[in-house]
């Protein structure tokens, strides 16, 4: 699986879009990318995923670049209930196999 | 559908003492998983199952076994609790169809050990 990057922390206001950087520059051509996050004390939420087209769904967008090395989470309208571990995670669709979850991104949400 | 639901949600135990975590879904999942997770760490892989009958190893197995006698429960058993064993445990479940990774996390149980 590609090793990712991501901050370690992020702040946004409330009502404002949350932008959420991951670098996986060793992507290869059959991984996807995944988005998960932990609210606190919770278990991890599957948010969104994506192979190389740009994804939306209820919850977020998810932006990859054209060459794959980096994508991007967004959430339009943070709440504070959107202060989470946000994790990205690259992988092949592989059955039965374990989620590699990095430190994550730490965002906090504030009004 | 409840999802991924887990027995007990919080224990203490005492070095030495044996218990057994539950962890039952109802989606119809063939692939299950035991993670733990200590304090600012991600999630670690214990031990999975890719169907009923049938449990594997993943990245940190020792002091623990596991068991999948019936495809909607997977048991977690510490024989002897080690306070190295303190953690929040999560398990998760996925589908073996369409998209292998979207896995689906119970609430966590979490265990000290004194």
């Known amino acids: 699986d590609a090793k990712t990057t991501q901050p370690t922390s992020m702040d946004c206001a409330e009502g404002r879009a949350a932008n959420l950087p991951c670098n996986h520059s060793?992507?290869?051509?059959?991984?996807?990318v995944y988005w998960y996050r932990q609210i606190h004390s919770q278990g991890p939420q599957y948010i969104i995923h994506g192979l190389k087209n740009n994804e939306t769904n209820e919850m977020a967008s998810l932006i990859i670049t054209e060459d794959r090395k980096s994508s991007t989470l967004i959430l339009p309208h943070a709440t504070l209930r959107d202060t989470a571990v946000y994790y990205c995670i690259v992988r092949r669709p592989v059955a039965g196999t374990a989620l590699i979850f990095g430190k994550g991104t730490t965002l906090s949400v504030s009004s | 559908n409840a999802g991924v639901t887990q027995t007990p949600k919080f224990r203490v135990l005492k070095t030495g003492q044996s218990m057994t975590l539950l962890c039952a879904q109802d989606?119809?999942?063939?692939?299950m998983y035991w993670y733990r997770q200590d304090p600012g760490m991600g999630l670690r892989l214990i031990h999975y199952?890719?169907?009923?009958?049938?449990?594997a190893k993943g990245e940190v197995p020792d002091g623990y076994n596991v068991s999948r006698l019936k495809k909607q429960n997977f048991l977690l058993g510490l024989e002897s609790a080690a306070p190295s064993q303190t953690s929040v445990y999560f398990c998760?479940?996925?589908?073996?169809?369409?998209?292998?990774?979207?896995?689906?996390f119970g609430p966590g149980t979490r265990l000290t050990v004194l």
């Open positions: 989606m119809n999942h063939e692939y």
């Open positions: 199952s890719v169907g009923e009958g049938t449990t």
């Open positions: 060793t992507i290869s051509g059959n991984e996807y």
């Open positions: 998760a479940s996925s589908s073996h169809q369409g998209d292998y990774n979207e896995q689906f």
